[in-house]
């Protein structure tokens, strides 16, 4: 009897091996024909068990699920529903993972594929990032900030790869290392995304820079003790809202009444909470 489970036991091991890579094969197929949820669920299924595929199949078998993981996620963050949402948000970031590891390890036909996909993939982990922040404003849960800034780092390098940084991303961050009172790296992002905005140029309103320039100001005097440099930055910011108040004057008739009336009640309520922000600065010790 132990003779014949032996046996048994033995013979299953190409049948395990065989399961492997058809789910690869079938995973490979299913993108080809574009069924990305099949192909992201075979390829991930094929890697749970990464021993039995060789080292160029797991490879294959990750540059799929990066794929797939972008095609779904992208598809799913999009739509207004929350347990869709919940079901994918992790997917981006697995995405990243698995198309910079494609490049880190691949030949140079998986490494084509991958950089090509990987670039697509900036609005996903942006839109990730800012689901991952709303869940923490509803729960608490502080480890969703962690999942944040890694959505929001991987979008970074994804930019900083091809030489076109973007401002947003590094607010996200600094607000989400805000948030856990680690100053430094706050400063760092909040420093460079006022940077980086005020190199861009806009073709519709863009006011974020009103809450940006508020956190940059409020951490340099209230944690740095840098008055000086905190009221130069608030000034910037008044002169950056200046600029968007005209832009949106030039685009009043594409904005549409609702929006024009948005902005502009946007300008006025950012400039009074500025004020406030200044007079406090000013008279503090």
Request: net charge negative.
């Amino acid at each position: 009897m132990q003779t014949r489970r032996i046996f048994f036991l033995l013979a299953c091991c190409p049948i395990l091996t065989f399961s492997q890579a058809n789910r690869l094969n079938m995973a490979s197929i299913a993108l080809d024909k574009k069924h990305y949820e099949n192909a992201w669920r075979f390829a991930d299924e094929a890697l749970q068990q990464p021993d039995n595929l060789s080292p160029q199949q797991q490879l294959q078998a990750r540059l799929i699920r990066g794929i797939a993981s972008y095609q779904v996620a992208f598809d799913a963050l999009r739509k207004d529903d929350e347990n869709l949402q919940k079901q994918y948000l992790s997917t981006p970031r697995m995405a990243y993972d698995d198309l910079t590891y494609v490049l880190a390890n691949g030949d140079s036909s998986q490494r084509a594929a991958a950089t090509e996909h990987l670039f697509q993939l900036g609005h996903a982990l942006f839109l990730a990032g800012t689901l991952y922040d709303l869940e923490f404003i509803n729960t608490g849960d502080s480890s969703l900030i962690e999942q944040a800034v890694a959505c929001y780092t991987a979008n970074i390098d994804l930019w900083e790869r091809i030489g076109r940084q973007k401002y947003r991303p590094y607010l996200h961050r600094g607000d989400n290392f805000l948030t856990k009172k680690d100053f430094e790296p706050a400063i760092a992002d909040l420093q460079k995304a006022f940077e980086l905005y005020s190199k861009s140029e806009f073709k519709y309103p863009d006011f974020n820079i009103g809450d940006l320039g508020y956190r940059l100001a409020y951490t340099l005097a209230g944690v740095y003790k840098q008055k000086e440099t905190a009221l130069n930055i608030i000034n910037q910011t008044r002169q950056h809202l200046d600029n968007m108040l005209q832009l949106t004057e030039e685009k009043k008739d594409k904005l549409g009444e609702e929006r024009y009336s948005k902005y502009n009640e946007e300008y006025k309520v950012l400039n009074t909470e500025l004020d406030k922000l200044e007079k406090s600065i000013r008279e503090a010790p």
